[in-house]
């Protein structure tokens, strides 16, 4: 994992810079992710670290929408939770 400082020049003639996070994630897959400040790259780069060591991390671009997310939750819950959770279950 690294943490780069990127610069470039607008169209303009506008300099402009920001921070990278570059990483390989647990599948493998390289990953790049940009941020304003170095502080924010660096405690990025600390949690994902750990996130990838666990096999919990999960890239932004590959996140689920809020509906996929609760429709997974409700399969769930109706399936294997039903007789933990009969109130839910039954809605």
């Known amino acids: 994992?690294?943490?780069?400082?990127?610069?470039?020049?607008?169209a303009n003639g506008d300099a402009k810079?920001?921070?990278?996070?570059?990483?390989?994630?647990?599948a493998?897959?390289?990953?790049?992710k940009t941020f304003e400040r170095k502080k924010e790259a660096s405690a990025f780069a600390?949690?994902?670290?750990?996130?990838i060591k666990h096999g919990l991390h999960t890239p932004e671009s590959e996140s689920p929408t809020v509906s996929e997310a609760a429709a997974a939750w409700s399969r769930i819950v109706t399936t294997s939770n039903a007789r933990r959770w009969p109130?839910?279950?039954?809605t």
């Open 1 to 10: 994992m690294s943490i780069r400082k990127r610069t470039w020049k607008t």
């Open 87 to 90: 109130n839910i279950a039954n």
């Open 17 to 26: 810079e920001a921070w990278v996070v570059d990483y390989v994630d647990q």
């Open 46 to 51: 600390a949690t994902a670290t750990v996130e």
């Open 28 to 32: 493998g897959k390289r990953r790049l």
